[in-house]
């Protein structure tokens, strides 16, 4: 799990769709691709420098079963189309389980615990968090800050971060 306990949202977005099978935590991107069927844009994982940046994602995306099944990507391994599958859960539950091309909870503003943490970053209350590799969330300052870190990692590695995303 990338987010733990209550979240206290203060402006989200939600109507953007998941391009990728992506964990709950990271920052995302709005990518270069449209659903062609709504026209919502897809987001995708954030690296560092990037200036298209949109929040921080509230809901773990899987592939479908089908997907999953032909991919080659050791994170849907064990995914079998056989398995039987439920609806995916509403947006902002606790821990939301979302497929790919769904729709997808992105929080701007707000006060999570995460620890989706880039390596090598050390957070600490008062130090500005920025987008690093694979969406994970650093101290190194590239790009615009997405947010504020409000606590060192703890024991379990987590650490709260408050994220206040500007969208010009």
């Known amino acids: 799990m990338a987010i733990r306990g209550l979240r206290k949202i203060e402006a989200d977005v939600i109507r953007h769709k998941a391009g990728q099978a992506m964990e709950a935590g990271i920052v995302v991107r709005h990518s270069d691709t449209v659903d062609s069927d709504t026209g919502l844009p897809k ?38 189309s056989d398995y039987v599958f439920v609806s995916a859960q509403p947006l902002f539950r606790e821990e939301g389980l979302r497929f790919v091309d769904e729709e997808v909870g992105i929080m701007r503003k707000g006060l999570i615990s995460t620890n989706e943490i880039a390596a090598g970053a050390v957070p600490s209350g008062g130090l500005l968090a920025y987008a690093s590799t694979s969406g994970k969330v650093g101290t190194t300052a590239s790009g615009t800050p997405i947010g504020v870190w409000q606590s060192a990692t703890g024991t379990d590695g987590y650490a709260q971060l408050y994220v206040d995303v500007k969208i010009a």
């Open 43 to 80: 987001v995708s994982p954030a690296e560092s420098g990037n200036a298209k940046v949109i929040g921080v994602l509230l809901d773990k995306v899987i592939a479908r079963p089908a997907e999953a099944e032909d991919s080659s990507d050791t994170q849907l391994a064990g995914i079998k």
